[in-house]
């Protein structure tokens, strides 16, 4: 069992950790096998939201060893997510800089700004800065790293038909439009290669499918895992709201599109699932379907102790539900809470009626973070 990644907005303003992130951490830790951390940016321009954990300089190396020692409790791995927003930041974030992409193309969301285009010494300095973060998150202490190829990041924003409109060797062909993410996943091995002293885990993360056209397409992901099978990977993480999801663009494709990526990896790779695996049931089912890891996203926040009572046979007292009155307990502070709030739907964290009316109207451009297509 695994939990993905989750943005909680917790840390300082300037991506430096805090105690309540300590806290959060400690608080879900120790039951399941891997801890993903909420994504942690590269560099200043690759920030994404306000309250986001930073890896972007050594100095915030103190910080992120006690977040890996907060995590490494029972044996539980901590592997780090590293990420550049790319065009899914604002210049206010980004204190008056642009935001930057492969080409200058706006996202199709309400706010969005024209980012600039990468130039090709910048794009080589992004796949650097990923190597640097590689090595601070060895130097603190983490088992691992999770390069973030979803969710419309910049590294999908390399991948994307739609988002890359470049002439030169990083766009254009397929070949080309796979440059960026391939160059990533070599520096961050090359790094690990030269500094880690124990085994340290490479994961990698994509978003199978974009509803923009033109825009990444199923065909596309399952020729990108063809390739993505024989780098030096450990784990495949699909971003998905349901783990049984289906095509979003073709009604034709019947077999959920985690299985045919599995079938695609030939064995050689293993694959975490993630959406919406609530009950043991809902974990079982997926372990049935040779699923090698199963992430456990907001069924955690609501039931930290969810693997420890599937373990003690005490599956009747897990909670499912959770009130405010539960949110101290569970080291979910007002900026978290406003994002679990955004996202509350049919899958969220319920609270209260009269909360989910409130914050409707923030629902817009969350989706994001549950892997949906954009
Ligand atoms: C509050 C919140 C924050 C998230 N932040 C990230 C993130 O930083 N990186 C990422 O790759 N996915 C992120 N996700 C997506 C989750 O990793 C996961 O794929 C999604 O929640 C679906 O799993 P679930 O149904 O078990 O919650 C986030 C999801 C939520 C609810």
Known sequence: MVIPPMTECMSFHDGNVTQDELDYYAQHTGGVGLFITAVA?????????????SIADDKYLPGLKKLASAIQQNGTKAIIQIFSAGRM??????????????????????????????????????????????????????DGVEIHGANTYLIQQFFSPNSNQRTDQWGGSFENRTKFPLAIIAKVHQVVAQYAKKPFIV????????????????????????ILKDQPIDYLHVSMGDVWRKSLNDPKVTTPLNETIQQHLQGKVPMIVVGDVQTPQDAEKAADANFELIALGRQILREPQW?????????????????????????????????????TGPNGIPLTTAQQVDRQDANAGLDHFLGGGE
């Open 307 to 343: 693997v420890q009572k599937v373990e003690a046979d005490d599956e009747k007292s897990i909670r499912y539900a959770i009130s405010p009155a539960d949110l101290d307990e569970l080291g979910i502070k007002p900026p978290f809470l406003d994002i679990l709030l955004a996202l």
């Open 89 to 142: 930041s604002s210049t206010a974030i980004l204190r008056g800089q642009q935001p930057v992409s492969a080409s200058a193309v706006k996202a199709l969301r309400a706010g969005s700004e024209t980012p600039r285009a990468l130039t090709e010494p910048e794009i080589e300095e992004t796949i650097e800065d990923f190597g640097a973060a590689t090595k601070r998150a060895i130097d603190a202490g983490f």
């Open 41 to 53: 940016y590269v560099n200043e321009l690759g920030k994404g939201f306000e309250g986001e954990l």
């Open 203 to 226: 994961g990698y993360r994509i978003s199978p499918e974009e509803i923009e056209k033109p825009g990444i397409t199923f065909e596309d992901t399952l020729k990108f895992v063809d």
